[in-house]
């Protein structure tokens, strides 16, 4: 895993949305998507460091159109291995 970066939104379709949107953007998957509560949807996605960077950057503006809310973006380059347990 050379970098992992997470959408998290407000909306199960905002958050499908931004996960095709990053998918078709760059070369990266998914690696998990997980339903915190109260609406939240976090989905998490890896690759290289450029391509989630890059698709970070696309589905960040994706979760607008379907009349969702983004929360947060994050991109963690060269994660520590202990991370990989969490995911």
């Known amino acids: 895993m050379q970098a992992i970066g997470m959408i998290e939104t407000r909306g199960l379709v905002a958050a499908l949305d931004a996960l095709d949107t990053m998918c078709k953007a760059a070369a990266v998957k998914m690696v998990d998507m997980k339903r915190v509560g109260s609406g939240l949807v976090t989905v998490i996605i890896e690759g290289d460091v450029a ?11 994706s979760p607008e159109r379907t009349g969702g809310q983004l929360i947060s973006a994050n991109v963690i380059p060269r994660p520590h291995p202990e991370l990989a347990k969490i995911l």
């Open 51 to 61: 391509a989630v960077s890059s698709a970070i950057e696309a589905g960040k503006t």
